[in-house]
Protein backbone atom coordinates (compact mmCIF):
# COMPACT_ATOMS: atom_id res chain seq x y z
CA UNK A 1 0.00 0.00 0.00
CA UNK A 2 1.21 3.60 -0.90
CA UNK A 3 1.47 6.24 2.20
CA UNK A 4 -1.43 8.03 0.93
CA UNK A 5 -3.87 4.96 1.07
CA UNK A 6 -2.58 4.62 4.69
CA UNK A 7 -3.88 8.27 5.29
CA UNK A 8 -7.16 8.24 6.31
CA UNK A 9 -9.76 10.72 5.33
CA UNK A 10 -10.70 13.99 7.46
CA UNK A 11 -13.76 13.50 9.41
CA UNK A 12 -16.24 15.55 8.22
CA UNK A 13 -17.94 18.84 9.64
CA UNK A 14 -20.24 17.56 11.99
CA UNK A 15 -21.97 20.85 12.67
CA UNK A 16 -22.32 20.67 8.61
CA UNK A 17 -23.58 17.51 8.16
CA UNK A 18 -26.18 18.69 11.21
CA UNK A 19 -26.79 22.03 9.17
CA UNK A 20 -27.20 19.69 5.81
CA UNK A 21 -29.81 17.67 7.36
CA UNK A 22 -31.76 20.02 8.41
CA UNK A 23 -32.11 21.65 5.25
CA UNK A 24 -33.01 17.99 4.22
CA UNK A 25 -36.14 18.47 6.20
CA UNK A 26 -34.94 16.86 9.39
CA UNK A 27 -35.36 19.64 12.51
CA UNK A 28 -34.41 17.01 15.23
CA UNK A 29 -31.01 18.00 13.20
CA UNK A 30 -31.32 21.47 14.15
CA UNK A 31 -32.07 20.90 17.66
CA UNK A 32 -28.64 18.99 18.23
CA UNK A 33 -27.21 22.29 16.82
CA UNK A 34 -29.10 24.42 19.49
CA UNK A 35 -28.43 22.00 22.35
CA UNK A 36 -23.99 21.76 21.40
CA UNK A 37 -24.24 26.31 20.77
CA UNK A 38 -27.31 27.38 23.25
CA UNK A 39 -25.00 27.74 26.43
CA UNK A 40 -22.03 29.46 24.98
CA UNK A 41 -24.17 31.69 22.86
CA UNK A 42 -26.30 32.66 26.18
CA UNK A 43 -22.74 33.26 27.72
CA UNK A 44 -21.85 35.35 24.60
CA UNK A 45 -24.97 37.76 24.89
CA UNK A 46 -24.64 37.86 28.33
CA UNK A 47 -21.56 39.77 27.83
CA UNK A 48 -23.79 42.68 25.95
CA UNK A 49 -26.89 42.21 27.95
CA UNK A 50 -26.70 42.00 31.91
CA UNK A 51 -30.75 40.55 32.26
CA UNK A 52 -31.00 37.14 32.74
CA UNK A 53 -34.35 37.17 31.12
CA UNK A 54 -33.51 39.62 27.92
CA UNK A 55 -30.65 37.28 27.43
CA UNK A 56 -32.57 34.28 26.94
CA UNK A 57 -34.64 35.96 24.34
CA UNK A 58 -31.99 37.13 22.34
CA UNK A 59 -30.90 33.32 22.68
CA UNK A 60 -34.03 32.03 21.28
CA UNK A 61 -34.48 34.75 18.82
CA UNK A 62 -30.60 34.17 17.37
CA UNK A 63 -31.56 30.67 16.96
CA UNK A 64 -34.64 31.23 14.66
CA UNK A 65 -32.70 33.77 12.68
CA UNK A 66 -30.08 31.21 12.27
CA UNK A 67 -33.27 28.86 11.14
CA UNK A 68 -34.62 31.36 8.86
CA UNK A 69 -31.10 31.96 7.37
CA UNK A 70 -29.74 28.58 7.13
CA UNK A 71 -29.67 27.96 3.77
CA UNK A 72 -27.42 30.69 3.15
CA UNK A 73 -24.42 28.95 5.24
CA UNK A 74 -22.09 27.98 3.09
CA UNK A 75 -19.19 26.31 5.21
CA UNK A 76 -16.95 29.21 4.35
CA UNK A 77 -16.44 29.85 8.23
CA UNK A 78 -17.37 27.64 11.01
CA UNK A 79 -20.79 27.36 11.89
CA UNK A 80 -20.45 28.58 15.35
CA UNK A 81 -18.58 31.56 14.13
CA UNK A 82 -21.59 32.35 11.67
CA UNK A 83 -23.88 31.43 14.94
CA UNK A 84 -21.72 34.47 17.26
CA UNK A 85 -22.19 36.95 14.40
CA UNK A 86 -26.17 36.53 14.19
CA UNK A 87 -26.09 36.31 18.21
CA UNK A 88 -24.05 39.82 18.06
CA UNK A 89 -26.16 41.83 15.87
CA UNK A 90 -29.64 40.55 17.74
CA UNK A 91 -28.04 41.65 20.51
CA UNK A 92 -26.97 44.86 19.59
CA UNK A 93 -30.48 45.34 17.68
CA UNK A 94 -32.30 44.44 20.87
CA UNK A 95 -30.09 46.74 22.59
CA UNK A 96 -30.69 49.73 20.14
CA UNK A 97 -34.53 49.05 20.32
CA UNK A 98 -34.29 49.45 24.06
CA UNK A 99 -32.29 52.81 24.16
CA UNK A 100 -35.18 54.60 22.14
CA UNK A 101 -37.00 53.92 26.32
CA UNK A 102 -34.60 54.90 28.92
CA UNK A 103 -36.61 53.21 31.65
CA UNK A 104 -37.25 49.94 30.27
CA UNK A 105 -33.28 49.98 29.00
CA UNK A 106 -32.36 50.72 32.80
CA UNK A 107 -34.44 47.85 34.16
CA UNK A 108 -33.10 45.58 31.60
CA UNK A 109 -29.60 46.46 31.91
CA UNK A 110 -29.39 45.73 35.94
CA UNK A 111 -26.28 44.05 36.92
CA UNK A 112 -26.65 40.42 37.36
CA UNK A 113 -24.43 37.43 39.10
CA UNK A 114 -22.70 35.78 36.90
CA UNK A 115 -23.26 31.73 37.17
CA UNK A 116 -20.18 30.20 35.74
CA UNK A 117 -16.61 30.62 35.83
CA UNK A 118 -15.10 32.10 33.13
CA UNK A 119 -11.46 31.79 31.59
CA UNK A 120 -10.14 34.88 33.31
CA UNK A 121 -11.15 33.38 36.66
CA UNK A 122 -9.51 29.87 36.22
CA UNK A 123 -6.23 31.88 35.23
CA UNK A 124 -5.84 34.05 38.01
CA UNK A 125 -7.11 31.28 40.34
CA UNK A 126 -4.49 29.29 39.63
CA UNK A 127 -1.98 32.74 39.62
CA UNK A 128 -2.67 33.49 43.44
CA UNK A 129 -3.12 30.02 44.58
CA UNK A 130 -0.29 27.71 44.37
CA UNK A 131 -1.04 27.17 48.06
CA UNK A 132 -4.82 26.80 48.85
CA UNK A 133 -4.90 28.62 51.67
CA UNK A 134 -7.76 30.88 53.44
CA UNK A 135 -6.20 34.29 52.32
CA UNK A 136 -5.07 32.98 48.65
CA UNK A 137 -8.77 31.71 47.85
CA UNK A 138 -10.01 34.97 48.71
CA UNK A 139 -7.48 36.77 47.11
CA UNK A 140 -8.38 34.62 43.90
CA UNK A 141 -12.08 35.53 44.38
CA UNK A 142 -11.50 39.42 44.81
CA UNK A 143 -8.83 39.54 41.40
CA UNK A 144 -11.44 37.44 39.71
CA UNK A 145 -14.19 39.77 40.35
CA UNK A 146 -12.10 42.79 39.73
CA UNK A 147 -11.47 41.08 36.30
CA UNK A 148 -14.99 40.83 35.60
CA UNK A 149 -15.56 44.32 36.55
CA UNK A 150 -12.65 45.19 34.07
CA UNK A 151 -14.26 43.46 31.58
CA UNK A 152 -17.71 44.71 31.51
CA UNK A 153 -16.39 48.21 31.95
CA UNK A 154 -14.42 47.81 29.07
CA UNK A 155 -16.03 49.53 25.92
CA UNK A 156 -18.56 47.49 23.89
CA UNK A 157 -16.38 46.55 20.55
CA UNK A 158 -13.31 45.47 23.28
CA UNK A 159 -15.86 43.93 25.42
CA UNK A 160 -16.85 41.52 22.54
CA UNK A 161 -13.43 40.96 21.19
CA UNK A 162 -11.87 40.00 24.13
CA UNK A 163 -14.97 37.30 25.52
CA UNK A 164 -14.61 35.85 22.02
CA UNK A 165 -10.53 35.67 22.57
CA UNK A 166 -9.94 34.89 26.06
CA UNK A 167 -13.39 33.02 27.46
CA UNK A 168 -14.77 31.16 23.76
CA UNK A 169 -11.84 30.52 22.46
CA UNK A 170 -12.04 31.62 19.20
CA UNK A 171 -8.80 32.54 17.00
CA UNK A 172 -8.29 35.55 15.54
CA UNK A 173 -9.97 35.07 12.19
CA UNK A 174 -13.09 33.72 13.56
CA UNK A 175 -13.46 36.91 15.68
CA UNK A 176 -13.09 38.91 12.57
CA UNK A 177 -15.74 36.99 10.86
CA UNK A 178 -18.16 37.23 13.56
CA UNK A 179 -17.68 40.91 14.29
CA UNK A 180 -17.59 41.30 10.34
CA UNK A 181 -14.24 43.46 10.91
CA UNK A 182 -11.02 43.31 9.36
CA UNK A 183 -8.51 41.20 11.92
CA UNK A 184 -6.09 43.87 12.47
CA UNK A 185 -9.12 45.80 13.88
CA UNK A 186 -9.59 42.49 16.35
CA UNK A 187 -5.82 42.28 17.45
CA UNK A 188 -6.02 46.57 18.24
CA UNK A 189 -9.42 45.35 19.87
CA UNK A 190 -8.01 42.43 22.10
CA UNK A 191 -4.47 44.50 22.84
CA UNK A 192 -6.55 47.06 23.96
CA UNK A 193 -8.84 45.09 26.30
CA UNK A 194 -6.02 43.18 27.52
CA UNK A 195 -4.17 47.06 28.40
CA UNK A 196 -6.96 48.21 30.06
CA UNK A 197 -8.10 45.22 32.44
CA UNK A 198 -3.85 45.15 33.29
CA UNK A 199 -3.77 48.47 34.06
CA UNK A 200 -7.16 47.99 36.26
CA UNK A 201 -5.90 44.70 38.22
CA UNK A 202 -2.29 45.12 38.19
CA UNK A 203 -2.28 47.16 41.91
CA UNK A 204 -4.09 43.68 43.71
CA UNK A 205 -1.31 41.41 41.38
CA UNK A 206 1.44 43.50 42.47
CA UNK A 207 0.39 42.60 45.92
CA UNK A 208 0.13 38.78 44.97
CA UNK A 209 4.34 38.03 44.67
CA UNK A 210 4.72 40.65 42.05
CA UNK A 211 2.69 38.22 39.95
CA UNK A 212 1.31 40.15 36.74
CA UNK A 213 -1.90 38.96 34.92
Not at 67 to 72: C, S
Request: charged fraction near 30%; charge should be negative.
Amino acid sequence: MTPDEHTAPPPPDSDVMLVQRTLAGESRAFDLLVIKYQRRVERLIGRMVRDSDLVQDIAQETFIRAYRALAQFRGDAQFYTWLYRIAVNTAKKQLLELKRDPLVYQSQMKTGDDDETSGFERELNAQVADTETPESILAGKEIAQAVNEAVDALPHELRMAITLREIEGLSYEEIAQALDCPIGTVRSRIFRAREAISQRIKPMLERQSGKRW
